[in-house]
């Protein structure tokens, strides 16, 4: 594609190799608007959890019970909104959920908020892996992890006993605040070391 030909506002390359300044400038300007949206997105992938469901409440009412019981028990707002977002990871990677939606709050919450979310699925087998051959204790080769006793109470706390219809459970309105604060933070690098 000639210069003359570019449609006005998109880049001149049609290959990455040959980007220049200019070019990444006009797609980071996209991204950052594609970032200002991003509480918009999870709060409608939060509401598609809601619906028909094995449990006795729906995948929505689940994690707003769950981020309820962190709200009671004191937590701080970014524990709270992680409580409410540790499923969110079922609305595109159902098979990785817990990595999934740990992956899309690395880039705002702290390392342990981090490792809690992402190794959750894993540690809620203690509550079901008996019944499929599995090991209930696997989540004990973390044992001596930093965060393994946090992620030991977050599942017995605020996640295996958050199926209960009957729990007066906060509506999604109370916790959007949060979830938009959370997603206003100016992102962490992902291309730090301790990140990649
Ligand atoms: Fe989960
Ligand atoms: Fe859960």
Not at 8 to 31: I, K, W
Request: charged share 20%.
């Amino acid at each position: 594609m000639t210069a003359a030909s570019v449609p006005p506002g998109t880049v001149s390359f049609t290959a990455m190799a040959e980007g220049t300044a200019a070019d990444y400038e006009l797609v980071f300007a996209h991204e950052q608007a594609h970032l200002d949206s991003q509480a918009d997105r999870v709060l409608a992938w939060l509401r598609q959890m809601d619906g028909p469901s094995p449990y006795r409440v729906s995948r929505l009412e689940h994690v707003l019970q769950s981020a309820t019981r962190a709200e009671r028990d004191g937590a701080d707002d970014e524990t709270i909104a992680c409580a409410l977002l540790h499923d969110i990871g079922d609305v595109i990677g159902t098979a990785n959920h817990s990595q999934v939606g740990a992956a899309l709050l690395r880039p705002y919450v702290s390392e342990r908020n981090w490792w809690i979310v992402h190794h959750h699925g894993l540690f809620q087998g203690y509550y079901w892996f008996e019944h499929y051959g599995m090991d209930p204790d696997a989540r004990d080769a973390f044992r001596l992890h930093l965060h393994y006793e946090a992620t030991v109470r977050f599942c017995a706390e605020w996640d295996q006993n958050s199926f209960d219809p009957a729990y007066p459970t906060q509506p999604l309105g109370h916790f959007e605040p949060l979830v938009r604060a959370l997603f206003a933070r100016p992102p962490q690098d992902v291309f730090a070391p301790e990140l990649r």
